[in-house]
């Protein structure tokens, strides 16, 4: 078998002496499951489990688990208008905007101390706020706030506006890495360092597969556009709950089952080869779904991930192709914001082609922070309760974290990719 684009995939296990005693031949997209989705493989794979395990398929929900669930955060595309999710900045909010940045500028000349009270804005913006953090409980479950220009500002000027609105939707800053990055930036770093070291998709200019990261509200400033594609996926976890229960309730209850999760995933925890937990959780009167294929499948060469049952890989591609038929799909514009509730929809992005590959805004490149409202972040299964306090640790606050603001200077460059080792993204 040749090998397969960002890695080699994983095996998987009960397929080979299914096919062997059926006399079929495997087919590259059928034996393996690999990080970038094949449709081909997700419809071989899915006869194959009608066929050889029907009389094992269940046909119940786990306990616990409802039929389907109701409400505006259960969504398709074609439901969607743009006053859903878009918040559009006038001049005098925009100038609200530059107020705050001027005056946090002038006490201090890092973003350490960005919050709601060094970075303060009028009412009428508080209000849009108000509007956006709606927008994630109440509504769809993201939100885009455009009006900025972001080639107008410097890096430490995107960096303090950023942080500063993000702190109006929620107080509690997160981690992108366990040694304290308070943000990251998104953009193909493959071109920059040498072959090998970027290990994350977010890194790279991969079609990334539906996937929730390790936080409670992704916040993303886009500060310059690909040439070609990089288009933002967002699908309503609920709607995807519901398709699967009634029509493959059997992947709901792989989905809650616990998986084995390899060491070389988002959380590298040192005693343990790999981790436990379930993908999907029914906790608190919604679905809850956490789902990445990286720490399964593997996206780099040197990955050597676990085989996978015929039924995980038909449950880990049937979230993404069920993601991808009800997602809308939102191109970017330099200066937007964009917040996405993590754990009410699921997310993904298309792969892109750059203008360029230095600084500027001829490259895709997004500024990420991970957030929380204290007041509206919803309760967390158990399993999950260790790796989010690994995020947002309640005895470090944003003074303590670093910040690199600039990732292209040459002092950034010469200390290497500050994505090496991401904490909070899935993939």
Same mark, same amino acid.
């Given at each position: 078998?040749?090998?397969?684009?960002?890695g080699?995939?994983?095996a998987?296990s009960?397929?080979k002496n299914?096919?062997?005693?059926?006399?079929?031949e495997?087919?590259?997209?059928?034996?393996k499951?690999?990080?970038?989705?094949?449709?081909?493989?997700y419809?071989v794979?899915?006869?194959l489990?009608k066929?050889?395990?029907?009389n094992?398929?269940?046909t119940?929900?786990p306990?616990?688990?409802?039929?389907? /669930?109701?409400?505006?955060?259960?969504?398709?595309? &074609?439901? $969607?208008?743009?006053? %859903?999710?878009?918040?559009?900045? =006038?001049? #005098?909010d /925009?100038?609200?905007?530059?107020?705050a940045?001027? &005056?946090? $500028?002038a006490?201090? %000349?890092t973003?350490?101390?960005? =919050?709601? #009270?060094?970075f303060?804005?009028?009412?009428?913006?508080?209000a849009?706020m108000k509007?956006?953090?709606?927008?994630?409980?109440?509504?769809?479950g993201f939100?885009?706030l455009?009006?900025l220009?972001s080639?107008?500002?410097?890096?430490?000027?995107?960096a303090?506006?950023?942080?500063?609105?993000?702190?109006h939707v929620?107080?509690k800053l997160?981690?992108?890495t366990?040694?304290g990055?308070?943000?990251?930036h998104?953009t193909n770093?493959?071109?920059?360092y040498?072959?090998?070291?970027?290990?994350?998709?977010?890194?790279?200019n991969?079609?990334?597969s539906?996937?929730n990261?390790?936080?409670h509200i992704i916040?993303l400033?886009v500060v310059?556009?690909?040439?070609?594609?990089?288009?933002s996926?967002v699908?309503?976890?609920s709607?995807?709950y519901?398709?699967l229960?009634a029509?493959?309730?059997?992947?709901?209850?792989?989905?809650a089952?616990?998986?084995k999760?390899n060491?070389?995933?988002?959380?590298?925890?040192e005693s343990?080869?790999f981790?436990?937990r379930?993908?999907?959780y029914?906790?608190?009167?919604r679905?809850?779904?956490f789902v990445?294929?990286?720490p399964?499948?593997?996206?780099n060469?040197?990955d050597s991930?676990r085989?996978?049952s015929l039924?995980?890989?038909?449950?880990l591609d049937?979230?993404h192709f069920?993601?991808?038929?009800?997602?809308i799909?939102?191109?970017?514009?330099?200066g937007?914001?964009?917040?996405?509730?993590n754990?009410?929809?699921?997310?993904?992005?298309?792969?892109?082609?750059?203008a360029?590959?230095?600084?500027?805004a001829?490259?895709?490149?997004?500024?990420?922070?991970?957030?929380?409202?204290?007041?509206?972040a919803y309760?967390l299964?158990r399993?999950l309760?260790?790796?989010?306090?690994?995020?947002?640790p309640?005895d470090?606050?944003?003074?303590?974290?670093?910040?690199?603001v600039?990732?292209?200077?040459?002092?950034?460059?010469?200390?290497?990719?500050?994505a090496?080792?991401?904490s909070?993204?899935?993939?």
């Amino acid at each position: 078998m040749s090998p397969a684009p960002y890695g080699q995939g994983a095996a998987i296990s009960d397929l080979k002496n299914y096919l062997t005693s059926q006399r079929l031949e495997a087919m590259d997209d059928c034996g393996k499951i690999c990080y970038v989705p094949s449709r081909k493989g997700y419809e071989v794979r899915s006869e194959l489990v009608k066929s050889a395990l029907a009389n094992k398929l269940k046909t119940q929900l786990p306990a616990g688990f409802p039929n389907s /669930v109701d409400g505006p955060l259960s969504w398709t595309a &074609s439901e $969607l208008a743009e006053e %859903d999710w878009l918040v559009r900045l =006038s001049e #005098e909010d /925009v100038g609200s905007v530059e107020v705050a940045l001027k &005056s946090y $500028l002038a006490k201090h %000349d890092t973003v350490n101390h960005v =919050s709601t #009270e060094t970075f303060p804005i009028n009412e009428s913006l508080k209000a849009k706020m108000k509007q956006t953090v709606s927008g994630l409980f109440d509504r769809r479950g993201f939100a885009i706030l455009r009006g900025l220009d972001s080639t107008k500002y410097s890096p430490i000027e995107r960096a303090v506006i950023f942080l500063g609105l993000s702190s109006h939707v929620g107080g509690k800053l997160g981690m992108q890495t366990l040694s304290g990055a308070g943000i990251a930036h998104l953009t193909n770093l493959k071109p920059l360092y040498p072959e090998g070291l970027i290990k994350s998709p977010g890194y790279t200019n991969v079609h990334m597969s539906f996937h929730n990261d390790t936080a409670h509200i992704i916040a993303l400033f886009v500060v310059g556009t690909a040439e070609n594609g990089g288009g933002s996926m967002v699908a309503s976890s609920s709607k995807v709950y519901n398709e699967l229960a009634a029509n493959k309730p059997h992947v709901i209850k792989t989905l809650a089952e616990d998986w084995k999760l390899n060491r070389f995933s988002a959380h590298d925890f040192e005693s343990e080869e790999f981790y436990k937990r379930p993908l999907l959780y029914y906790c608190d009167g919604r679905p809850l779904l956490f789902v990445a294929r990286r720490p399964f499948t593997g996206s780099n060469p040197g990955d050597s991930p676990r085989p996978l049952s015929l039924l995980q890989a038909e449950a880990l591609d049937s979230v993404h192709f069920e993601a991808e038929r009800h997602a809308i799909r939102v191109q970017l514009e330099k200066g937007d914001i964009q917040f996405i509730n993590n754990l009410a929809v699921i997310h993904s992005r298309e792969e892109f082609s750059d203008a360029s590959t230095g600084q500027g805004a001829d490259r895709r490149h997004m500024i990420r922070a991970f957030i929380k409202n204290e007041d509206r972040a919803y309760k967390l299964p158990r399993q999950l309760e260790g790796a989010f306090s690994e995020i947002y640790p309640s005895d470090v606050s944003a003074a303590e974290l670093e910040f690199r603001v600039d990732p292209f200077n040459s002092k950034a460059l010469s200390q290497g990719p500050p994505a090496a080792n991401p904490s909070g993204t899935n993939g």
